[in-house]
């Protein structure tokens, strides 16, 4: 690996941590980022190798299609990291499915929660006599580093742990393990252009009222993306909070 690859890849924990952390440089404010970045971000590339232009283009359907694809290999690399830890029901801390209208560490110039979105999930376990140790994230970096994926480890304290690792595909996945006891797995997709209000509507008119309510499943089980084809029926719920 050369220089240039091995800053690439730290940079880009980097800005993943950020992210993580809710401590990004620009803040959390959508209109200092546009304002950084300016206003000419068509050519630059998404997180899922696209255009604005290229994604904007697409019809709607697309767009929900291309989400729908995205949402089911997170769900697919979550799955495969909680297996590691164990295979037992999980809790759920956040579904994933419904796109966040929001730019982040991973926003490229131009983006903003109008035009742009990105996708995160998470799960949470209690194993007994779990309280934060630092060898608890050993399962975890053994995974990351079988399949090859650039990782970083940060603690904060002697009993709160992480380990970030970017899949080379997009997806970061993020194991906590806190003194709580409650340790956490999550993925975060990079940001990715598109129409995010209308696809907000469109996915989540979808989804029958309770749909995303689900109780501690097994990995691999998780709230069904719905199809196009199903029934478009307003979810006051899901899109006025």
């Known amino acids: 690996m050369n220089g240039r690859s091995r800053f690439s890849k730290s940079a880009v924990l980097c800005a993943a941590w950020v992210l993580l952390s809710m401590l990004s440089a620009c803040g959390g404010d959508g209109r200092q980022q546009e304002s950084l970045f300016g206003q000419n971000g068509e050519e630059t590339l998404d997180g899922g190798g696209?255009?604005?232009?290229?994604?904007?283009?697409?019809s709607l359907q697309e767009q929900f299609e291309l989400v729908r694809e995205?949402?089911?290999?997170?769900?697919?690399?979550l799955a495969e990291a909680q297996r590691q830890i164990s295979s037992e029901p999980w809790d759920w801390g956040?579904?994933?499915?419904?796109?966040?209208?929001d730019i982040n560490a991973w926003s490229?110039?131009?983006?903003?929660?109008?035009?742009?979105?990105f996708l995160e999930m998470w799960v949470w376990t209690e194993p007994e006599g779990g309280v934060g140790d630092r060898a608890d994230l050993e399962p975890m970096i053994a995974y990351f580093k079988s399949k090859g994926?650039?990782?970083?480890?940060?603690?904060?304290?002697?009993?709160?742990?992480?380990?970030?690792?970017?899949?080379?595909?997009?997806?970061?996945?993020?194991?906590?393990?806190?003194?709580?006891?409650?340790?956490?797995?999550g993925v975060t997709s990079r940001t990715y252009w598109g129409g995010s209000k209308e696809l907000l509507h469109a996915i989540g008119d979808r989804i029958p009222r309770g749909g995303l309510r689900i109780g501690?499943?097994?990995?691999?089980?998780?709230?069904?993306?719905?199809?196009?084809?199903?029934?478009?029926?307003?979810?006051?719920?899901?899109?006025?909070?």
Do not use: C
Request: charged share 20%; aromatic share 12%.
């Open 70 to 77: 995205r949402d089911t290999r997170m769900n697919e690399l």
């Open 108 to 117: 490229v110039p131009g983006m903003t929660p109008d035009n742009s979105y």
């Open 216 to 241: 501690p499943s097994v990995p691999g089980v998780h709230p069904e993306f719905p199809s196009w084809d199903d029934p478009a029926i307003y979810a006051p719920d899901l899109l006025d909070p």
């Open 50 to 58: 696209m255009t604005q232009s290229e994604a904007m283009g697409l």
């Open 149 to 185: 994926w650039t990782h970083e480890v940060r603690s904060s304290g002697e009993f709160n742990h992480e380990v970030l690792a970017d899949t080379g595909e997009g997806y970061f996945v993020n194991w906590k393990v806190q003194q709580s006891g409650q340790y956490n797995l």
């Open 94 to 101: 956040l579904y994933g499915v419904i796109p966040t209208l």
